[in-house]
T-cell receptor, first 113, second 115 residues
Framework: GENVEQHPSTLSVQEGDSAVIKCTYSDSASNYFPWYKQELGKRPQLIIDIRSNVGEKKDQRIAVTLNKTAKHFSLHITETQPEDSAVYFCAPCAGGATNKLIFGTGTLLAVQP | EAGVAQSPRYKIIEKRQSVAFWCNPISGHATLYWYQQILGQGPKLLIQFQNNGVVDDSQLPKDRFSAERLKGVDSTLKIQPAKLEDSAVYLC?????????????FGAGSRLTVL
């Protein structure tokens, strides 16, 4: 089955710095690449996604880049703020009939004020 | 639009007891998912329904877990008998359908503690 790993597992940055989280996956059929944010005690929420025919997508301070050849995609957060502190999960999906999302191991981001 | 509703929010039981969780997805969403999230881990898919049919239940421990979505709308997840390692948050999610790349909307979750 799909093997999904995230690095780093924890990341601490100063407010205003940038943060980058990398997700590697094994299923070459994956064609949809979302990132979910989960604040402490709350539900996961989609923050950005990208499809396999696009290399990069930006939405204000967040961006996702995809390297299908190397089978990895990354979340980039610029000008980090304390409210960005959360656990971030990648969830690559092979699409098709099941649209099955396999969640990564998670990255705890702490933004120090 | 109303979100994904789940109940109960919290449940504490002793091992070997049974428990049931209920989920009502967003209106019109054909696909419903149950995920198990153990503390410190990512959500793990237990079962996926498309309308009232099962699409994937490969990671559902069928000797103790069961789920149904009889009318293709709301769903129940049951655990009987519960084990200590079942302590987790059970997240229900829904999406418009299961084709292509669809956004999952999660409910608030049901936190289970097995003593």
């Amino acid at each position: 089955g799909e093997n999904v790993e995230q690095h780093p597992s924890t990341l601490s940055v100063q407010e205003g710095d940038s943060a980058v989280i990398k997700c590697t996956y094994s299923d070459s059929a994956s064609n949809y690449f979302p990132w979910y944010k989960q604040e402490l005690g709350k539900r996961p929420q989609l923050i950005i996604d990208i499809r396999s025919n696009v290399g990069e997508k930006k939405d204000q301070r967040i961006a996702v880049t995809l390297n299908k050849t190397a089978k990895h995609f990354s979340l980039h957060i610029t000008e980090t703020q304390p409210e960005d502190s959360a656990v971030y999960f990648c969830a690559p999906c092979a699409g098709g009939a099941t649209n099955k999302l396999i969640f990564g191991t998670g990255t705890l981001l702490a933004v120090q004020p | 639009e109303a979100g994904v509703a789940q109940s109960p929010r919290y449940k504490i039981i002793e091992k070997r007891q049974s428990v049931a969780f209920w989920c009502n997805p967003i209106s019109g969403h054909a696909t419903l998912y149950w995920y198990q999230q153990i503390l410190g881990q990512g959500p793990k898919l237990l079962i996926q329904f498309q309308n009232n049919g099962v699409v994937d239940d490969s990671q559902l421990p069928k000797d103790r877990f069961s789920a149904e979505r009889l009318k293709g709308v709301d769903s129940t997840l049951k655990i009987q008998p519960a084990k200590l390692e079942d302590s987790a948050v059970y997240l229900c999610a829904s999406s418009i359908d299961s084709s292509g790349a669809n956004v999952l909307t999660f409910g608030a979750g049901s936190r289970l503690t097995v003593l």
